[in-house]
């Protein structure tokens, strides 16, 4: 009786032990997902967040600028998102008065935000890290990411402004969040992975990666506005910049997690097969 508990145990341990989940799970200790989704949202907010500042302050869907941006991202009404509004509230019409040069630091510090999440993906999918020459030499893939992030978030922020409320107009835009997502993610791993990757197995990713996204954007909607409207009268402009924070560690979370998935889920079908 105790060899028979003993080899089910055996077995319930290695199919637990090849199983998608158990893969993941190994995975999220391998890659260092924790640190690797708080490096995102730090850089993210030291190295990203200005550049995106100047480019909604020019927007002319975006009358409120960058606030309106990361209200949209966590599902906010525009009641509560009043204090993110204040907080990020850049005037239009500042590249104007913003020179060449500051704008060119802008972007090559938004580059260092990419070549982190690229460094996360090749982590991920166990490819060898590029030398020093050879990352100059495709840094052009950082730009272009760059800017293709910064076009994917203003026609996300332009399709909520553009159409109108109402139940049809909310099932458009989550086809439009979905499909724009899911071609963004899965491209945006090809690209930054230089083709190393095929894209028949990038695509589980992609697809874990916006559901984990529209899960994050619910859980925001619920428990972050309570914490925005909290924070703002209890800490003021520090207060919010914390619950921004919080939401950028689980955006780069949901982002590695979801590529992460995706690679578990192919060495699984690989095993099995």
């Given at each position: ?93 500042i590249a104007k008065q913003t020179g060449i040069l500051s704008l060119t630091l802008l972007v090559v510090f938004g580059l260092t935000f990419v070549a982190e999440v690229q460094v996360g993906y090749e982590k991920i999918w ?79 990713g992609a697809i874990a990666t916006v559901a984990g996204l529209s899960g994050l954007r619910a859980f925001s909607s619920l428990v972050f506005q309570p914490m925005i409207a909290s924070g703002a009268e209890a800490d003021g ?37």
């Open positions: 009786m105790a060899e028979q508990q003993s080899d089910w145990r055996t077995r319930w341990r290695a199919r637990w032990r090849h199983s998608v989940l158990g893969r993941v799970l190994r995975g999220y200790t391998e890659v260092e997902l924790m640190r690797r989704a708080m490096a995102f949202a730090t850089l993210g907010l030291v190295t990203l967040i200005p550049l995106l500042i100047l480019v909604a302050a020019v927007d002319p869907f975006s009358p409120r600028g960058f606030g309106q941006w990361i209200a949209d991202g966590m599902g906010l009404p525009e009641n509560t998102a009043a204090p993110l509004v204040r907080v990020f509230r850049t005037p239009h019409g166990r490819l060898p890290a590029r030398s020093l020459l050879r990352f100059w030499r495709r840094s052009w893939r950082l730009v272009v990411w760059l800017a293709a992030l910064t076009g994917y978030t203003s026609f996300e922020v332009a399709s909520g402004r553009l159409l109108p409320h109402g139940a049809f107009a909310s099932g458009v835009r989550i086809f439009i969040f979905v499909t724009a997502g899911l071609l963004f993610f899965w491209w945006g791993q090809y690209f930054l992975l230089a083709g190393r990757v095929q894209w028949s197995v990038l695509l589980p402009a520090v207060g919010v910049v914390l619950v921004v924070v919080s939401w950028l560690i689980g955006v780069g979370f949901v982002i590695y997690g979801g590529s992460l998935a995706g690679r578990c889920y192919h060495e699984h079908r690989c095993a099995r097969g």
